[in-house]
């Protein structure tokens, strides 16, 4: 309240009123013209001083109070293994978005394993894709040492899971098809993998629509819902999990068991 330069100086000339009306109620003469002036003036300034001090103590108790609040849930986040929450998967204005700490994330991994899975995953692998530089840099890095580091779980094109879940996300609307991004993945998979002359990328198909997308990395996890959605993007929140959080751990179990039965790609 006192960051307003006005408001402070209303504050301290109603204190300097008070004070002059209790001074002049001690030494000013016995008549009733003082006497009225020490009572106006008294009764204006404390009208204004008293309702500044408690909306300021007001103010302070309820920013104490909302802090509190705050660095409960941050506490609870953490003892949740809650690294960060982003709004969306999506770019924005702020530094600190979702798909600039998560190609942060892919530059300080490289030559650590990765684990994804996603429907299309086309968001990674494709050439119009945010992160295709990532990848390019991580296969191009990694091909040198020989080391198969990426895992990469799509959705078969051809599944029925898949083709009803493309129903019913276009809903009508002239968006790729959900097969077609899928093709368009392994085939950019294969380039990568031949241009870097060896297969970095393990890429391998399952029949089931997954219900999130995800990227594993040793130390934490970015995880989204895929919730079915006629618009695009579909603004999903993005949560990070470290790795020694129970989430984490079913997540990575998740994968695995979905690996073990996936079919892999030619």
């Given at each position: 309240m006192f960051n307003d330069p006005k408001i402070t100086v209303v504050f301290f000339l109603s204190l300097t009123g008070l004070i002059i009306s209790v001074v002049l109620a001690t030494l000013a003469p016995v008549t009733v013209v003082w006497q009225l002036v020490t009572v106006v003036l008294g009764t204006a300034s404390s009208a204004v001083l008293f309702p500044l001090s408690a909306g300021y103590y007001y103010d302070r108790f309820r920013q104490r109070r909302e802090g509190e609040s705050i660095?409960?849930?941050?506490?609870?986040y953490s003892a949740g293994g809650i690294l960060k929450i982003f709004k969306d998967r999506e770019e924005?204005?702020?530094?600190?978005?979702?798909?600039?700490?998560l190609r942060g994330a892919f530059d300080s991994?490289?030559?650590?394993?990765?684990?994804?899975i996603g429907v299309s995953l086309r968001v990674f692998f494709q050439p119009i894709g945010p992160f295709y530089r990532n990848m390019e840099h991580h296969v191009s890095t990694v091909a040198a040492g020989k080391q198969q580091t990426i895992k990469a779980l799509v959705c078969h094109?051809?599944?029925?899971?898949?083709?009803?879940r493309a129903r019913i996300e276009t809903a009508g609307r002239h968006f790729p098809g959900i097969e077609q991004d899928i093709e368009k993945t392994l085939e950019s998979i294969r380039m990568l993998n031949d241009k870097s002359g060896f297969p970095v990328i393990d890429c391998r198909t399952?029949?089931?629509a997954p219900y999130c997308?995800?990227?594993?990395?040793?130390?934490?996890?970015?995880?989204?819902?895929?919730i079915l959605s006629s618009e695009a993007p579909a603004r999903l929140p993005l949560i990070v999990f470290a790795s020694h959080s129970h989430a984490y751990q079913v997540l990575k179990k998740y994968f695995d068991h979905v690996w073990a039965e996936s079919t892999p790609v030619n």
């Open positions: 660095g409960q849930v941050f506490r609870e924005d204005e702020h530094s600190d978005n979702a798909q600039s700490n991994h490289v030559g650590s394993e990765i684990r994804m094109p051809g599944s029925p899971e898949t083709l009803n399952f029949s089931s997308t995800m990227v594993l990395f040793g130390d934490k996890c970015y995880y989204s819902p895929n």
